[in-house]
């Protein structure tokens, strides 16, 4: 009996490491509820009494509740930098980040583990805020609370441009490239021949590939005033999912909103910079029967969202999926303790993490490469002139 409860652990353990969609389907229950990092602690707090005092039968159960509260907290957007989290005392270890909220005028202040996941009330010029679901909403007075009324609140939410989690990653990475395109451009103050040095060297190789591979043979002889664009969206993608795969927890690119703003930006560039003759082919395509004109022109309408729709997905997707089974499978050290002893398992997560991790790193780039090789075909399409017979 012994060997078979460790052999249903090990599998039950294995599945749930190797399985995406299952925090995939428990991230998008969260989000359809509005489950907060609050109510999720409280429902941690619970199980842990709950397994105190009901025995250890519930223990691989309280873990798993724990791990799965964990993935689906880092694939979220956050108020609070958060590192990690303790097991036991469900305490977050991090830092704080501002709040800048716009409600009869400008409230700044710094956010707080009691503020983000314990439900407390902050006073900012008079005014009481509290963090519910995932916002920020003012309540009356230092014991205010949420207010509901047919399911939906109403207490007042006011503006918010907080530097939330994912905005501090995309100032990161912003700082890093501005830090090292600036290196890269002193190099070339010394005469076209001078050789790069330190992180310029590794620039210079994936700028000419850009260029070489992705804008020349897709954009044509136009390609120099897009390349700017191009540059700036493949190496904020790379480094994002660079940043993605470190301890420090970032998940930008598996964010919906930063995936969205990405693809918009390639829709604005298509259609901003489109010749006529993009335009014709789209609402009159030329070289067809006037009938088939007609039915064509609502599909190429149609085809001109579906391709930023593709690309935000792809993206956002792809990321996320990997997020969800590199934490996955760092989890196993903690779910299958009792079945392989702490060794034994941290030795095949750290095995399993590290093959994944490599797989990652290509990963990030080749999302970094398909979407900047996209943007560029689409760009071409509007502003290369067709031959038409």
Not at 120 to 144: L, R, S
Not at 309 to 315: A, D, E, K, P, Q
């Amino acid at each position: 009996m012994v060997t078979i409860k460790k052999s249903l652990h090990l599998l039950a353990a294995v599945l749930f490491a190797l399985s995406p969609m299952a925090s995939m389907a428990n991230n998008d229950t969260i989000q359809q509820e509005n489950t907060v990092q609050t109510e999720q602690a409280a429902t941690a707090v619970e199980a842990t009494e709950h397994v105190e005092s009901h025995g250890e039968e519930h223990a691989e159960k309280s873990n798993d509740q724990f791990v799965k509260e964990y993935i689906d907290h880092h694939l979220m957007d956050d108020h609070y930098y958060s590192f990690f989290a303790d097991k036991e005392t469900h305490k977050h270890y991090g830092f704080a980040l501002p709040i800048i909220l716009i409600d009869n005028g400008l409230k700044v202040f710094m956010s707080s583990e009691d503020f983000v996941y314990k439900g407390k009330v902050v006073e900012n010029g008079g005014q009481y805020f509290k963090y519910y679901h995932g916002k920020v909403y003012e309540v009356n007075g230092p014991d205010g609370d949420i207010n509901k009324k047919e399911g939906k609140i109403t207490n007042k939410m006011p503006l918010d441009f907080s530097i939330t989690k994912n905005v501090a990653g995309l100032m990161l990475a912003s700082l890093l490239l501005f830090l090292g395109f600036t290196a890269l451009a002193k190099t070339y103050k010394n005469g076209p021949n001078a050789l790069p040095k330190g992180i310029a060297r590794g620039l210079e190789p994936l700028v000419i590939y850009v260029r070489d591979e992705m804008a020349k043979p897709n954009i044509g002889h136009k390609y120099k005033q897009f390349m700017p664009y191009l540059l700036s969206v493949f190496f904020l993608i790379f480094l994002l999912n660079l940043l993605g795969l470190t301890p420090l927890g970032l998940n930008v690119t598996g964010n919906i909103s930063v995936t969205v703003c990405l693809a918009l930006f390639t829709f604005l560039y298509v259609n901003l910079s489109a010749n006529k003759d993009y335009w014709k082919h789209i609402f009159w395509m030329p070289g067809v029967p006037v009938p088939m004109k007609i039915v064509l022109a609502p599909i190429e309408v149609l085809g001109m969202f579906t391709k930023p729709f593709s690309l935000l997905i792809r993206l956002f997707a792809n990321i996320t999926a990997g997020h969800s089974v590199v934490m996955g499978l760092i989890a196993v050290a903690y779910v299958m303790q009792e079945a392989l002893s702490t060794p034994g398992a941290i030795g095949i997560s750290f095995f399993l993490t590290l093959f994944l991790t490599f797989l990652e790193i290509l990963v990030a780039f080749l999302q970094a490469f398909i979407f900047t090789m996209l943007s560029s075909l689409f760009i071409g399409s509007a502003v290369q002139e067709h031959d038409h017979h």
